[in-house]
């Protein structure tokens, strides 16, 4: 199978936890198995609880068969690459007290398809629900739902990244994340419709990787992929316009300027010219 970037990323760091050689087949060999149990109900360790980083190599080793072939029924679209989500501290340490709160039963895999500028906004505040602030970041912005909300107020989420891709606009890029439904006391998660899982909370959902993916017939039309610098050059650029402001200095100058009699009659001159019969 092909080897994407998360797979050199947790390659890399295995080489250095146990000195092992590098070679490509030792590389497809950490790729293609993995030495922690299978079952979610049992898989998460207490290793995988001690920091954000542990946990999403945990989570990769657990899921990476099922994201590399989550588009294989989807005819025309080739996956191109996995790469970790940059996504910002705050929302990892909130992800990870809920995960210590809820060891019971391992992360869910789902997706999210959303367009490009959003997904700039999900890695620094973590998802959002419409109408409501953030509970514990007064920066993040209050959005509004776009697609409507037929099972209620949350964060919208699918086990099907197939399903995901109908909501994906202007990038090519789908996240990869890890959820924490609610539960009954018997242990069956809520908010479960069919492929659509609805999280109820800030706290229950984070974005672990881009899945980036390219359609190889001309009957869809590709987009960027989601590019972290490019956005982040697009967003300082932005905010440096929103910060200019003209002082009263440059303004007096400017008017002074327009009100100068003498600079308005040297530049529109009446010439009187005598005639000769």
């Not at 690459?81 to 929302?91: C, K």
């Not at 008017?255 to 005598?274: A, C, I, K, P, T």
Request: aromatic residues 10%.
């Amino acid at each position: 199978s092909k080897i994407f970037e998360c797979d050199e990323k947790f390659y890399e760091e295995s080489t250095c936890l146990s000195n092992s050689i590098s070679t490509d087949s030792s590389k497809q060999s950490i790729c293609n198995q993995s030495n922690v149990s299978s079952n979610p109900s049992k898989a998460l360790e207490a290793e995988a609880l001690k920091s954000f980083s542990n946990f999403r190599r945990h989570f990769y080793h657990i899921n990476h068969q099922k994201i590399k072939s989550s588009l294989q029924d989807q005819s025309g679209i080739d996956i191109i690459n996995i790469r970790l989500a940059p996504v910002n501290e705050s929302v990892q340490n909130d992800f990870m007290k809920r995960l210590n709160e809820n060891t019971s039963y391992f992360p869910n895999l789902v997706y999210h398809g959303t367009k490009l500028n959003n997904i700039e906004s999900i890695l620094r505040y973590g998802f959002l629900i419409p109408n409501q602030a953030h509970p514990s970041n007064s920066e993040a912005p209050i959005i509004i739902s776009v697609n409507g909300r037929s099972f209620g107020n949350g964060i919208y989420s699918s086990h099907s990244a197939v399903y995901s891709l109908s909501y994906i606009n202007t990038t090519n890029t789908l996240l990869v994340c890890a959820a924490i439904p609610k539960r009954n006391g018997n242990g069956k998660i809520e908010r479960s419709h069919g492929n659509i899982l609805v999280l109820s909370h800030v706290s229950q959902i984070i974005p672990l990787f881009l899945l980036d993916f390219k359609y190889l017939y001309s009957s869809h039309m590709n987009y960027p992929c989601f590019n972290e610098e490019k956005q982040l050059k697009i967003h300082k650029k932005n905010e440096i316009k929103k910060s200019v402001i003209i002082s009263r200095k440059y303004l007096r100058k400017v008017l002074n300027y327009m009100n100068d009699e003498v600079r308005q009659n040297n530049r529109y001159q009446v010439r009187s010219y005598e005639f000769c019969n």
